[in-house]
């Protein structure tokens, strides 16, 4: 009992040393290492033939929109995560689950955080397949538990965390306001994810004003609206989180491969045909904005905040996208699974075991 006990503190808890100093991010250059200081977001993709880590088709949480089971190519299921200085280890599900014993685990944000959700839930379902598990949606919230092992994981969807609300003259986005804070306590894994709704135009954008204090105005830079979203999640967080009880995490900027200018392939207009990673470490195509914006945020905050930094590893799968075989349209924003967002979970379940 006191062995369990021990992992299951390990999975949420950090010491009083990490709480009161905020040592998890701080900088840039201070990212998530492991101890032997190697940056764990910073690598390759490696053709591995024992992946993937499960089949999609006995996963029964898998959406159609990203089980791929249409593509003719399948190599795409092969590829893990090698950080450039060291290995990862591998995910054990058992292990992750007995770390996790009586915790919620929620991913807040839009449909990236709902594609890692499942990832998650595919990848414990696999380890222990004779498990009985639930699953029930309300409103906002998805759930599956494992009732053996005390274990719920939800994902809660939100696009922005703060307030998008619909008035007399329209729908407000209130960049200062968070209303659904108090669904996200009691949680003992936080991990967050926001970006790419703050980038939509024209029909795809879901807002008609942009409200900050009491002025309204019809639209503004977005990284200056998306830099006062994220800081007024910041605040919530430093007026809600216990480190002692709860980590929060941050899910990073998730790559798109619609022009393949950015990845020095001019004559390509998307990830259609894409069968195989890019080589190497190095991504030809720029930062995404965001980065910065983010970055600088979470420099700020004076709770704990560890940020799953996914830009360079997302960027460099031009091939992992569902493409023309989503069950909803053509899409290169999202990820099969299997795929990657399994290796955004191997990094999730690295951090949580890290002494």
């Known amino acids: 009992m006191r062995h369990e006990a021990e992992l299951a503190r390990s999975c949420t808890k950090l010491s009083l040393h990490e709480a009161v100093h905020n040592i998890l991010y701080r900088h840039e250059e201070d990212i998530i290492k492991q101890e032997n200081g190697c940056n764990l977001f910073q690598g390759s993709w490696v053709f591995d033939n024992t992946y993937p880590l499960y089949d999609a088709s006995n996963c029964p949480f898998v959406s159609s929109d ?3 089971h249409a593509r003719p190519d399948k190599d795409y299921l092969k590829y893990k995560w090698k950080p450039d200085g060291c290995d990862l280890p591998s995910f054990n599900g058992a292990d992750f689950l007995q770390r996790c014993r009586g915790k919620k685990i929620m991913f807040v944000g839009d449909s990236l955080s709902n594609n890692q959700w499942q990832s998650l839930t595919c990848m414990l379902h696999t380890a222990v397949p004779n498990s009985k598990y639930t699953s029930s949606k309300r409103g906002q919230l998805s759930t599956f538990s494992l009732p053996e092992y005390g274990i719920s994981i939800m994902p809660f969807t939100t696009h922005f965390f703060v307030d998008l609300v619909t008035e007399n003259v329209g ?15 009691g949680v003992d894994i936080l991990i967050f994810n926001s970006y790419h709704w703050w980038l939509h135009e024209g029909k795809l954008q879901p807002w008609d004003y942009i409200q900050v204090g009491d002025t309204l105005s019809k639209d503004m830079d977005r990284m200056a609206a998306y830099k006062i979203g994220l800081t007024t999640w910041a605040k919530w967080v430093d007026s809600n989180i216990n480190p002692l009880k709860t980590r929060v995490f941050f899910q990073g900027i998730s790559a798109t491969h619609y022009h393949g200018i950015d990845w020095n392939q001019p004559k390509v207009n998307n990830c259609r045909g894409q069968t195989k990673p890019i080589d190497g470490s190095n991504y030809p195509g720029n930062h995404y904005p965001g980065e910065a914006v983010l970055k600088s945020v979470l420099g700020s905050v004076k709770k704990p905040v560890s940020l799953l930094d996914i830009a ?3 960027q460099l799968r031009k091939d992992g996208h569902p493409s023309q075989y989503s069950g909803t349209g053509f899409v290169c924003s999202h990820w099969c699974l299997a795929g990657v967002p399994d290796s955004w979970n191997q990094l999730l379940y690295t951090i949580l075991t890290q002494k």
């Open 312 to 314: 360079l590893l997302t």
């Open 66 to 68: 990203w089980n791929c």
């Open 171 to 185: 729908r407000v986005l209130k960049l200062d306001s968070i209303s659904a804070g108090n669904q996200w306590l």
